[in-house]
């Protein structure tokens, strides 16, 4: 039997909640230290991963407090010749409009009230072909390459307009990695997952 639809978005809705809220308290438990070496360890494996140094330009987030701390990967990519982008959100008469931009230096990045830092309208905006590696946050992950991230929706409508050709990766600390998530049409799967103790690629 087939369920109904608007059922299953409302079950999937509810356990999406349910494990937000559990991982945003395991997060909150991880000492600050432990964050700060996990967080190396993520950037140390991300940086020796095929799809960074083959890449040409890649799009990183701005980590929020408790994130896995990629900031190391913005001056990495930028010795390396790197071109760097950062994602956006562009209010609209109907909601969002989203994508990545390109910024010549993290410090032009500016608070613009959607609790993340992100480049200011005006910059290069990338199209497809554009970037070769994304790097996105998660509160969960799964071993499908799926993501849990805060509700917005932000990377499941922007990722498709760059991957393909782009790889997605997603960062996060092991205790993040789950067996299973739920999961609905609208969630868009990673490429590759990176935790503090293995890389994970997706058949």
Do not use: W
């Amino acid at each position: 039997m087939d369920l109904d639809p608007d059922l299953v978005a409302q079950i999937s809705g509810r356990a999406k909640r349910a494990i937000r809220a559990r991982m945003r308290a395991l997060r909150q438990a991880l000492p600050a230290a432990a964050r700060r070496a996990r967080s190396e360890r993520i950037c140390e494996r991300v940086l020796t991963s095929p799809e960074y140094v083959s890449a040409r330009s890649i799009a990183l987030f701005a980590p929020q407090a408790l994130e896995v701390d990629v900031s190391p990967l913005d001056a990495a990519a930028r010795a390396a010749q790197k071109l760097v982008y950062y994602p956006f959100m562009d209010p609209t008469e109907n909601g969002f409009t989203t994508g990545f931009r390109r910024v010549d230096a993290s410090a032009e990045l500016t608070d613009r009230g959607r609790k993340f830092l992100e480049p200011a309208p005006g910059l290069y905006q990338a199209e497809r072909g554009d970037i070769d590696l994304v790097i996105v946050p998660a509160l969960a992950v799964a071993p499908t390459g799926h993501r849990l991230g805060y509700g917005s929706g932000y990377y499941d409508a922007t990722l498709p307009d760059v991957c393909p050709p782009g790889v997605a990766l997603a960062v996060a600390f092991e205790f993040q990695l789950l067996a299973e998530l739920p999961v609905t049409d609208a969630d868009v799967p990673v490429q590759t997952l990176v935790t503090d103790q293995r890389v994970l690629r997706i058949p």
